[in-house]
């Protein structure tokens, strides 16, 4: 089955850029979406189609692509940016059907 | 207020069935389609199935085919998430996510209801 492939833990001192990867062989044909999700708390789109973000997102908040890898970055990473990310896109593998899959998850700390 | 209310928390034994709801409240219900996400206690995220409100028609992850049923009452603004033959490994976190566009090879769950969690125990 497809998977999306992230790092399990990212950390980073607060102030500096935290990057996220996320991995998949079929990332370049479709979109990639983030969501942070804090603990207890229901998840929340971050990011969509590839590197835009939701109104009342900050900007630090920002995502790219390049080839089969999407790439979550954080600028001037603040403690309450903590949480564990996930990305996701279409799983386009299959000729008849297509699913969505998430990333494994990536816990954000910052020390 | 644009919101998600999901149903209360459930517990059921091995073999039973189970119904979350999602009431969608603030926007025009049949003008997004809603999908289902679940998450196993300390685990990640897991995509179940979508369902489109206007129609009903519905779109399932292989691994549910045959166990969930997704559907939507447009009358009450409401969409339904049916699990059979719950298993242990059934125990999570169900949520109900609103899809926020139409665009092909985008899938952005842009509204979350506040998950409803489900245990399976003998």
């Known amino acids: 089955s497809y998977e999306l492939t992230q790092p399990p833990s990212v950390s980073v001192s607060p102030g500096q850029t935290a990057s996220i990867t996320c991995s998949g062989d079929?990332?370049?044909?479709?979109?990639a979406s983030w969501y942070q999700q804090k603990p207890g708390q229901a998840p929340v789109l971050v990011i969509y189609?590839?590197?835009q973000r939701p109104s009342g997102i900050s900007e630090r908040f920002s995502g790219s692509t390049s080839g089969n890898t999407a790439t979550l970055t954080i600028s001037g990473t603040q403690p309450l940016d903590e949480g564990d990310y996930f990305c996701?896109?279409?799983?386009?593998?299959?000729?008849?059907?297509?699913?969505?899959?998430f990333g494994g998850g990536t816990k954000l700390t910052v020390l | 207020q644009v919101q998600l209310v999901q149903s209360g928390a459930e517990a059921k034994k091995p073999g039973a069935s189970v119904t979350v709801s999602c009431k969608a409240t603030?926007?025009?219900?049949?003008?997004?389609?809603i999908s289902w996400v679940r998450q196993a206690p300390g685990q990640g995220l897991e995509w179940m199935g979508w369902?489109?409100?206007?129609?009903?028609?519905?779109n399932y992850a292989q691994r549910f085919q045959g166990r969930v049923t997704m559907t939507t009452d447009t009358s009450k603004n409401t969409a339904f998430m049916e699990l059979t033959s719950l298993r242990s490994d059934d125990t999570a976190v169900y949520y109900c996510?609103?899809?926020?566009?139409?665009?092909?090879?985008?899938?952005?769950?842009?509204?979350w209801g506040q998950g409803t969690p489900v245990t399976v125990s003998a």
């Open positions: 079929k990332l370049g044909d479709t979109y």
């Open positions: 603030g926007y025009v219900f049949r003008s997004y389609g």
């Open positions: 996510a609103r899809i926020g566009d139409d665009v092909w090879g985008s899938h952005r769950l842009d509204l």
């Open positions: 189609q590839d590197r």
């Open positions: 996701q896109a279409w799983d386009t593998t299959s000729e008849v059907r297509t699913e969505v899959v």
């Open positions: 369902t489109k409100s206007y129609s009903g028609n519905a």
